[in-house]
């Protein structure tokens, strides 16, 4: 408790400061900052378990929420653009694990689940479970999203154009109590009913799905209030940080480096598949430039959310690279482990 305690004041801290200083997305950032620099000083920090999990929950819910008739009639139109992903991610592959293999040194296992675009998570336990390394692949993945969801902002709002302030939700006090108990309800049924069918980022997609059909239905009508969305963004930003506690020189220098020279790689791959999705005429470019960004299914959503992009088209594309991912992960696991006995 006392751990955790000391990982909320920090994170506190570094919200007010960033709310102080007039910086982008302070309720992100700031925990964020703060946090990778109590990890990197070796302050006695602890993430908040069940808690940061049950965060995600909120975001879930506002992607269901936002899964409107109309953005159902859109999904035909989103067909060509989404037929890219698979290709993205087989170009990832084929420039990643070389990258890992030859210029770092990472064995087979930990080369491709290092260089895959998937959840952090999935990755580790998929990769751990081929013979990988799960501490680098979790400091790969940790810098990966770290640096993106830094960098990002700054690129949509220097090269796009984009406003970080568009309105992430009404103030509770504006939303109807029962709307917001349906919430409620749909968050945790979704959640906890998505783990039990073993359904992959059960968190923010079981509470999609649920509230999606509740969308569809029109039982509800709005988006989680801006309170909540502001706490999902608070607890993402210390999972961020504190995912760099206990790193060694060692794995700064070799591992984490290795991260981010990959996300450089992943960096003009990304804009080079959201350039031609611009070009081709099959997405604007905000929307586009989230949709194949390679971070966190939560942290681009947040990024969506705060742009006002068209969020619909950002997670259909982003769910489809994960679940290419996901599938083929034991696919691959297989034949690797398969190759290290022969």
């Known amino acids: 408790m006392r751990r955790r305690g000391l990982t909320f004041l920090l994170a506190a801290c570094g919200t007010a400061l960033f709310w102080a200083l007039d910086l982008p997305l302070p ?10 620099a109590g990890a990197l000083a070796h302050l006695p920090l602890q993430g908040f378990g069940q808690i940061s999990v049950g965060a995600r929950t909120i975001l879930g819910v506002a992607v269901g929420a936002s899964i409107t008739p109309e953005v159902i ?34 064995d087979a296992p930990t080369a491709y689940y290092a260089a895959m675009p998937g959840g952090l998570q999935d990755m580790v336990i998929f990769g751990t479970e081929a013979g990988g390394d799960p501490r680098a692949l979790s400091l790969v993945h940790a810098t990966r999203v770290l640096i993106i969801v830094t ?87 210390c999972g961020i940080g504190v995912h760099f506690l206990g790193v060694t020189w060692k794995e700064l220098t070799r591992i984490v480096s290795a991260g981010i020279a990959y996300v450089l790689v992943l960096a003009v791959l990304a804009a080079g598949f959201s350039g031609l999705v611009t070009v081709l005429g099959l997405g604007e470019r905000v929307p586009a430039f989230l949709a194949f960004a390679p971070g966190g299914q939560a942290e681009m959503t947040v990024l969506a959310i705060v742009t006002g ?15 290419l991912v996901i599938v083929g992960a034991p696919v691959v696991a297989k034949i690797l482990t398969r190759r290290r006995t022969d």
Not at 78 to 99: E, R
Not at 184 to 210: N, Y
Not at 224 to 230: C, G, S, V, Y
Not at 309 to 323: K, S, Y
């Open 27 to 36: 309720f992100l950032f700031g925990p964020m900052a703060f946090c990778l």
């Open 73 to 106: 009639a859109q999904l035909p139109r989103m067909a060509l653009s989404v037929s890219l992903v698979p290709v993205f991610i087989a170009v990832i592959a084929l420039v990643g694990v070389p990258f890992f293999r030859k210029f770092w040194g990472f």
């Open 151 to 237: 960098v990002a902002p700054f690129f949509l709002s220097h090269f796009y154009g984009a406003e970080l302030s568009n309105p992430i939700g009404a103030p509770v006090a504006d939303l109807p109590w029962y709307e917001l108990a349906i919430m409620a309800v749909a968050a945790v049924l979704g959640w906890k009913g998505g783990e039990r069918l073993g359904l992959f980022g059960a968190s923010i997609l079981g509470p999609m799905i649920v509230t999606a059909a509740l969308s569809l239905s029109g039982i509800i009508h709005f988006r989680p209030p801006a309170e909540a969305i502001l706490a999902a963004q608070f607890f993402i930003g």
């Open 309 to 323: 992009a068209d969020l619909g088209f950002v997670i259909t594309h982003h769910l489809t690279r994960i679940v």
